[in-house]
């Protein structure tokens, strides 16, 4: 075999054109450059205040009827947690917090501090569900809302163990996974979610990022503010006033 | 030539395999489905989101409500219950909404109120709450008779 430049040249140049095919037919190229500057945006945000909520439970009744949520089974949720005299944390939400509370039974005295914290699908910017969804039954909306393509979802569940908050259930109705969607059909329909329009004491409010006058924009310039799980990098929009350092 | 006869045979084959691949997934793929922006977040079947953008809200709110309901709208309006939902205690809408004017469930008893106001140390301090319903009562200058409820003094639409 021959090793001169002339050989070189005439490989090197095929080796070139034959890149430059494999790139465009399977366009790696392309998504290459639209992962670093895709065109979903996050265009709505969702803010908890947990120094306002009562524990009622009306909003996970509004979301069961919404949504049709089976029994045992919570798209959002509502968690009680009491912080005791001698710092240990005790956390409970029966049915979700569904049918409200009962006291613990607790002396007062015994008891720190107390207080609820309503819990959601955090509609992360960089959702770690939809990465590890292998057939593409999970994803992100144009608008910025993750939604599960019930009709495609496999039922694998790798995305109920992707999730850092355990937003995500399998529906035993449908057999594919299921969470809170902020009431996507809603939203699209000019309308607020149900858990919004159920709360009796605004703990929760709706609305978009980029809209001034708003109500979430009101406070995300206004409040101190914080988000569930900050170290998973997941950039969750659900943001909460008045989070504890012991809520998890 | 019949030196490199084996490596053509082998060639057909692999190609044979990559041609059936790309058939078989362009039949198995949904019309829709590939990626709409990002790899990582945006592949999907686009038809998927036009099918949940079109699902029916049942929850309604009270501003639907007080189209009809005209003067327990306006009960409830002026009272410290204006941001309680009509269908908070009255049940999820729907039925009523198809026209079957059925009658909407009344959650008017005490331990319906008692989910909002029984005190919990988790609620806020200004919130209203009671420790029970005898306790109440006395406060009150009443005493506890079986057949009493909350309703008896509170209208639930107007209750101070």
Redesign the interface.
């Known amino acids: 075999m021959k090793h001169d430049r002339r050989e070189f040249i005439k490989k090197a140049g095929w080796t070139f054109i034959g890149s430059g095919l494999y790139i465009n037919l399977f366009s790696v190229g392309t998504?290459l450059a639209?992962?670093s500057c895709?065109?979903?945006q996050n265009l709505y945000a969702f803010i908890v205040n947990t120094?306002?909520c009562?524990?009622?439970?009306?909003c996970v009744?509004?979301c069961r009827?919404?949504n049709h949520v089976p029994d045992d089974c919570y798209r959002t949720w509502v968690e009680?947690?009491?912080i005791l005299a001698d710092g240990s944390v005790e956390v409970d939400s029966p049915h979700g917090g569904e049918?409200?509370?009962?006291?613990?039974g607790?002396k007062?005295e015994t008891?720190k501090?107390?207080?609820?914290v309503p819990k959601l699908c955090n509609q992360c910017k960089?959702?770690s569900c939809?990465?590890v969804c292998p057939v593409?039954?999970?994803?992100?909306?144009?608008e910025g809302f993750v939604?599960v393509?019930e009709?495609?979802c496999v039922g694998c569940s790798y995305c109920m163990q992707a999730c850092p908050y355990s937003a995500r259930f399998m529906n035993p109705v449908t057999h594919a996974a299921d969470k809170c969607?902020w009431?996507?059909?809603?939203i699209?329909?000019g309308?607020t979610t149900?858990c919004v329009?159920?709360?009796?004491?605004?703990a929760r409010i709706f609305g978009r990022v980029d809209d001034p006058d708003g109500p979430v924009a009101r406070l995300l310039a206004s409040k101190r503010l914080q988000v569930l799980k900050p170290e998973t990098g997941n950039e969750p929009m659900v943001v909460y006033v008045g989070l504890d350092k012991e809520v998890r | 030539m019949k030196t490199y006869d084996h490596i053509v045979r082998f060639s057909l084959l692999v190609i044979a395999v990559i041609v059936g691949f790309f058939i078989i997934r362009a039949y198995m793929l949904p019309e829709s489905f590939g990626t709409h922006g990002s790899y990582s977040y945006a592949y999907y079947r686009a038809e998927s989101v036009n099918e949940q953008a079109a699902l029916p809200a049942i929850h309604q709110g009270t501003e639907h409500c007080s189209a009809c309901h005209v003067p327990q709208a306006a009960l409830l309006a002026a009272d410290s219950h204006a941001n309680v939902n009509c269908e908070s205690c009255h049940g999820s809408f729907k039925a009523h909404n198809n026209n079957t004017m059925d009658r909407m469930a009344i959650a008017d008893t005490t331990e319906a109120c008692l989910v909002c106001h029984l005190r919990l140390a988790a609620r806020p301090g200004a919130f209203p709450q009671i420790d029970n319903f005898a306790a109440h009562l006395a406060d009150q200058g009443e005493t506890l008779t079986p057949d009493m409820s909350c309703s008896d003094c509170h209208d639930p639409h107007a209750p101070m």
Do not use: W
């Open positions: 998504s639209r992962s895709s065109d979903m120094e306002t009562i524990g009622c439970g009306k009744a509004a009827a919404e009680r947690y009491t049918q409200g509370f009962e006291p613990l607790l007062q008891i501090k107390s207080f609820f960089n959702p939809v990465q593409g039954a999970t994803y992100v909306s144009p939604l393509d009709k495609r969607t009431c996507y059909h809603r699209k329909q309308k149900a329009e159920a709360c009796p004491v605004e």
